[in-house]
């Protein structure tokens, strides 16, 4: 089975940062694409940033966090990371990785999702 396990949600003040992690681990042959996503209250899941695991590593962002937040890959650990800086009230949600997994080679990718973390900014 594949996990991803994210990490470092919290309360953080207007202004603030916060560094997200997502680690998959298990019966994994590849990974081609990982991605962080939101859901805040009473809103629907909306793409955050996503990230090629493949080559050079093409990132995309959602206009609303262009500029502030960087998603960044270490291949050696199938680990993503989210640097969230001048965080605003708006952006708090629970927080979700995503990934596009291969378990054998050139087998179909399966989505998996971790569990989400939480992200509360206080004005």
């Known amino acids: 089975q594949v996990q991803l396990v994210e990490s470092g949600g919290g309360l953080v003040q207007a202004g603030g940062s916060l560094r997200l992690s997502c680690a998959a681990s298990?019966?994994?042959?590849?990974?081609?694409?990982m991605g962080w996503y939101r859901q805040g209250p009473g809103k629907q899941r909306e793409l955050v940033a996503f990230?090629?695991?493949?080559?050079?590593?093409?990132?995309n962002y959602a206009d609303s966090v262009k500029g502030r937040f960087t998603i960044s890959r270490d291949d050696a650990k199938n680990t993503v990371y989210l640097q969230m800086n001048s965080l605003k009230p708006e952006d708090t949600a629970v927080y979700y990785c995503?990934?596009?997994?291969?378990?054998?080679?050139?087998?179909?990718?399966?989505?998996?999702w971790g569990q989400g973390t939480q992200v509360t900014v206080s004005s």
């Open positions: 995503n990934g596009n997994v291969k378990l054998r080679v050139g087998g179909p990718n399966y989505s998996y």
């Open positions: 298990g019966s994994i042959s590849s990974i081609d694409l």
């Open positions: 990230i090629s695991m493949i080559g050079s590593g093409s990132t």
